[in-house]
Structure formats: structure tokens, C-alpha cells
């Protein structure tokens, strides 16, 4: 490739140029599509999603194979937990916020000790994490009423807050910002990078290798139960399973964003774009009728795609 | 009558020659020892025999026929056996079927013949009986064995190949005095029925209990060859150092500050996974080279200093105080420093820029959590100029650099702050010369400014010129120790190879 077209290279530009694509592909397809009212729709579900993301893009950079399946179990509970803690009142809004990120780190927790102590790989611990937590959903949901969002949850996301937009995307924002501040500009962030790419070195450096990974898979949970929270504001009543669709979702965001699953490069700004992208495939998939089971398909197969692509970076580690 | 000849084959690999200029004749019924220093190239004049590597020039004969011996299955069909060093056993397979493994009885073409490979098995594992365990049996999977009874099922598995020729490329290393008498007596069996041996080993005891002729191998080249009655282990040693002025010529005293700065790190009776019983003492301003053949403990107590994995017993006291390391981290807040030859394993992260490559250790002993590039880069600057380090920007990755200047980068991490003892272990491999240079200026600066410094090297040269004192290790403990005028290549090898 010429070096003007090099680019081309950069995932983050490839996700914008698609995001404007398939704006365009959608507004043709049906107009309105790519109204303000109906972007800000794209951009709230989308912030919903990335910060789940955010947590799976921490475990994924840590390297060795890491992968968080259980987020959207964890995002599940949180939603429902949530709900009870607040049934529909304010005042019972910082309750709820502390008991949500008190379960995610839990399960986050027992995730990170998992993979160090007992050695299981990422991809079995958190996927046998994800079965624990549906069975507790099932448990739960029996003649017990999942709770409602209190009135200036819902608002928080779906009202507009500053500037037109709803809290939540400032939130996310928010999140965006520490995300780079903390992979940039600080030791743990530099840390985090140097176990994804060569552990052994960075324990002979003098990183504190499984604490590091515990960690990372405590701040997963935790921002999947932050994206529990806020899902429950989007949907007013929190329901069993409303979490499901993440766990292929935030994968396929963190890889789309330019971090491959072999860990150790790449960043959030990336997930971010590749969050958005995906929320307007999946959009689009609705306005021309595809059932849920089509869309899951779409996003299956868009993950192979992007191994194929992405897929010979991993060969590249020494 | 001559087996085997091999003649002017050479191997290089990139820049590095290998083997300058191979010369081997191995006659039948013989026990033929080959011998030579670490990096003499007597590996690879033995990969070409058994075909894992194609010479670059040269000819290989067998029984005066011109041959290419273009894999491990041509070597086979040619008639050539090896025993490998690093052990190519399944652990989870029997021992019967790992001893076969390369020809396995079948019944048809499709199944394993059981009867028949419990009997042939049988036969090579009653040879060692008296020596090998009782539960050395046909069936025992060979993950469940000891060492040496490994070792054992490997012999084995070369002496079923039933090859005229059979290499043995250290084969004693890890069994005991009886087990090497019997694997004598079999050896000598085989030369009686007119089998060639190929016998490699770094004891010079075992050289001339079952040697007939000795060849000697240095810096690439075939130096002799000469029947082992006609000759005693200090003139094979004489032989492998050569007429090598200049490169050890030790200093008459060591410099002022290696003998006036004190104890900084005394080890009492360390041991640990693969070495035992090693005591020392190194001073503030003093070079202690570990020296010896490849994995005789030398890493292994460097690594174990540093926490990687910790020593089993033993004590080590830093500055006058008792030290226990932990893990990397525990050694690096102490005080200590590691730099590893392997940096692909230990050193470079891999796709970082190298500001991150260079800062890690500076911000553990600091406790910093902001990266500022600014602040890092302050540290980071001087200790990269000091090495001579050629680098476009910080923030380039690492992988932009030759292997040279990732090495620098990677040394340039322990001494932004400065340790107190510095661990080097073989820190020169694969850097270029002018590289080397530049580090052991480094190195010496270091030491005059009252670092303690331990230093092993693959490279005797070395070791020889850098070192103040030499502990020369053999099977995992220090067998002399050189100092002064001691410290000569001849005296390394000495002690090296245990010449009696």
C-alpha cells in the first residue's frame, strides 16, 4: 500500500469512514435515518454499549488469551439489582449506584482470581461465570418483581442534559477521556500495555502481573454493571437477560476499534468508534426487517470477517 | 576402514559463522569423542551429520560414498542413530513405545503389533536393569520417570535404532556413577561388532574411560584429531584453548576498587533449581564472572538472586542485611538488577514505544503513577547516552531498532536509578561487537563508581577480560574459583571440563 493511502491502516479512520457509509446507507434505505433526534437515539444505545466495551477492552489489552464472556450476565444482574435497590425512587439512586458496582466487582473479582490462582483460561472461567450468573437470573426473576428505574435514571439517559445531549453520553465521554488518560498517561496504563505484550518481561520489570490481571477483570465487571445501571433508565423496568446481546457486542467493538485479541495494543478511542459503527449496523439490520436471530448472525460473522483482517497481527508477536 | 568423513563443511548463519571448516573421520569400530569450548560449533557439525541442518559447503561421505543428508529421515535411512540432548521423549506414551517410537512392529500395515514391542522394548530396558529402577518397566508412561531414568529410555531409544552410526550428544549428564559404567560396557559391546560412535560430553573422566580417539573443535574449525592413549586431559585442553594471546591476558592485580568497597551481597549455601550449595562474596566495585560450560547453574543462580523462581535454601545478605526475594519486584526494591541475554523472553515489550521499555523499573523503585513522557523522558535520556544508544525518538517502538540498541534500551532500564548489585546474565548475546564494547566500558564505569557486579557470560573472551575473579561452575556448583593471575583460559578449561 502506497504511503498515502497508509492511512487506510488505521482502524479508527476505517470505523469513522464506515460510520459515515453506513449513515448514508441508512438514510437512502430509509429516509430519516440519519436525523439528529434519531442519531442521538444511535448514540445513547451506543453509549450503553461501550462502556461495557470499556471493561472488555481492559481484559482483552491485559493479553494471555483475555476475554470477559460474562459481561453481559454481570450488566443482567446489575439492571435488576439496580431496580430493586431504587424501585422507582430517587432517593434510592446512590443505594443503587453502590450496591451495582459492589456486584460487578464481585463477580469481576472471582473472574481475576480464576485466571491467576487457579489458572483457568479467561475464555472457560468467564464463560462458566456467565452460566453461574444466568442461573442466579433465573432464581432471582422467580415471583420477585425485577424493580423499576427511579424517574432521574431515565431521565439521565434519555433526557437531554448539556448541550442536547443526554447524561449518558457525557458519561461515556467521561469515561472516554480517563480511558485514554489512564492507558496514556499513568504506570498502570503502561503496565497494562507491557503485560499484553510480553508478561514475562514485564514481571521481570517488576510488574505485579496477576494483580494487574485480577484487576483488570474487577474494572470489566464493574463497567458492566455501570452499563446495568444505565440500561435500566433506557428501559424503564429491568427484565432478565437484558444483557445478553453485549458479550458478542463488546468483543466485536474492541476488535473492530483496532485491538486485537492477542492483546497488548491498541486503546479505547477505537472501541468507542467501533461501538458506534456497530449500533448503526445493527440499526440498520431492524429498518430492513431483520429478526434478532438474523442480527446475531450478521455479528457472528462480522467477528470472522474482522479475525481474517486483524487476524495476522497475532502472528506478528515475538 | 573409514565410516563416516565429513570435510570442509562450513554453516553460517546470517553473519555468524558457525562452523568455519568441519573435518571429521570417524572409523568403524570406534568410540570417537568430539570436544570443544561453548560456541566451538560442534552442535552444528553434529546437526549436519544427522541432517537437521544442510552445510553451506563441504561433503559428507559414508563408507567413501558421497551423501546428502537432507532431513532426520535420510540420516535414518543412511544409518545414522542420535541420542538428542534435549530429551524428544512423549510423556504421555510408554517407555516401550517411546524406545520405538521411530519404527514401531506393526501387524498389517494399519496397527501396533503389542506382543512384539513389549518383547523388543523388553530387551533394551533388561540391558540397563541393574541400574535403571525397578519401576522402569515396558508399560510406565515416561512422564512418571526420574531424570536420569529418562536419560536411560533415550539411550535406549538410540540403540534400537540399530544404526552403524550413533551419536551420543551428552548423554551422561544426568545419570549416576553406576549407570554411566553400564552404558560403558554396552558402548564398548557395540564397538566390538564394529558400530562408529559419536560420544559428546563436557566430563573429561568419562572422555578417556571410553574414548578411542579424541577431535577437537575451536572457534569453528577442526583443530586435530589424536588417539586418546597418545594423549592426557591437559593437552586435549591445550588444544581447545589454542595459541590465543591477547584475548586473556589477565590484569596483573585487579583495579583498587574491587578489593576496598566492601562486602555488598555474600551468599551462603544457596541452592535452588540447578545449582547447589554455592557460596560467595561480592565487593562494591568488583566484577565476578560465573564461568563454565552452558547450564552448569550459572543462570540459575543469577535468576534465583533475582526472585525468578527464589532459591530453595540457603541465605543472602545485601549490605549487611538479610535479603529474601520473593519475585522480580521484592529484588528490584532491594536494590538488585537483572539483565537477561534472552531479551525477546525477559527484556523487550514487544510493539511498545521505547520510553515505556525504558521506564518500568524507574517507576517501580519511584512508586510514580503518572507517566509524564516529559518527567520520564529526563530519566530516561541520560542513561540511554551513557550506553551509546542510537534511537530516532522515544516514542518510537522498540521493534524500529536494531537488536544492538534494543538491548541497550533494555540494560538502560536498570540504571535510570542506580541498583546496588548488578545481575548480567550472558547480556551480550547476539548484539553486534562495537555494541559489546560500549557495554563492558559501561559495565567497568559502573563498577569504579561502586556497583557490585555479577556477570556470566557464554563467551570465555569475556569473562576473562572483564572479570576479576572467575567462579567456574560444573553440575550446578562452583568447582574453582580464578583470581588474579589465575584467571587464564587454560585454567578455565580446566576446571570446566574437571582435567583431573
Known sequence: MSQALSFLRNPLVVALALIVALLVLGNALSPGFASGQQILRLLIVAALLGIVAAGQNLV?????????????????????????????????????????????????L???????????????????????????????????PSGRAAPALSEFVTRPFLLGLPGIIWLWIAIGLLMAFILNRTVLGHRIYAIGSNEH????????????????FVLSGVFSAIAGFCLLGYSGSSFANVGEQYMLASIIAVVLGGTPLSGGKGGYTGTMAGAVLLVILQSILTTINIEESGRQMVFGATLLLLMLFYGRGRGLRA | MTKLKLSGVSKAYGATMALRHGDLEIEAGEVHVLIGANGSGKSTLCKIVAGSVRPDRGTVLIDDRPVTVSGPRAAKALGIGIFYQELSLAEHRSVAENILMPDLPRKGRLFVNREALAETAGRYIALFAQVAGEDLTADTPVGRLRADQRQLVEIMKALASKAPVLIFDEPTSALDRAQVDRFFEILRGLRNEGRSIVFISHRMDEIFAIGDRVTVIRDGE???????????????????VGEQEGLAVPQDAPPASATGGGTALSVAHLSGQGFSDVSFTVARGEILGLGGLHGQGQSALLRALFGA????????????????????????????????????????ITG????????????????LMLASPGRLAAGALPALKALNTKFAGLSHPISSLSGGNQQKIVIARWLIDRPDVLLLDDPTKGIDLSAKADLFALIRKLAEDGLAIILYSSEDAELLNNADRILVFNGGSVRRELAGAERTRYNLYHAAYEAA
Open chain 1, 60 to 108: 482483552i489489552l491485559g493479553g494471555r488469551e483475555g476475554i470477559d464472556l460474562s459481561v453481559g450476565g454481570v450488566v443482567s444482574l446489575s439492571a435488576i439489582v439496580a431496580g430493586n435497590a431504587m424501585n422507582g425512587l430517587d432517593a434510592g439512586i446512590p443505594a443503587a449506584i453502590l450496591a451495582c458496582v459492589a456486584t460487578g466487582a464481585f463477580f469481576g
Open chain 2, 309 to 348: 523462581p527464589p532459591a530453595h535454601s540457603g541465605a543472602v545478605t545485601l549490605a549487611g542485611a538479610a535479603l529474601r526475594t520473593e519475585n522480580p519486584r521484592s529484588a528490584i526494591t532491594s536494590g538488585l538488577a537483572y539483565v537477561s541475554g534472552d531479551r525477546g523472553r525477559d527484556g523487550v
Open chain 1, 110 to 144: 472471582l473472574n481475576g482470581l480464576g485466571v491467576t490462582l487457579l489458572r483457568i483460561p479467561p475464555l472457560v472461567m468467564t464463560l462458566g461465570m456467565l452460566g453461574v450468573l444466568q442461573g442466579l437470573l433465573v432464581v432471582i426473576r422467580q415471583g420477585v
Open chain 1, 201 to 216: 518481561a514485564a514481571f521481570m520489570a517488576g510488574v505485579p502481573v496477576r494483580r494487574m490481571r485480577v484487576l483488570l
Open chain 2, 222 to 240: 577442526t583443530i586435530g584429531t589424536t588417539t586418546i592413549a597418545d594423549t592426557s586431559p591437559a593437552a586435549v585442553i591445550r588444544m581447545m
Open chain 2, 352 to 367: 511498545r514505544p521505547i520510553l515505556e521499555n525504558v521506564t518500568p523499573v524507574h517507576a517501580l523503585r519511584n512508586r
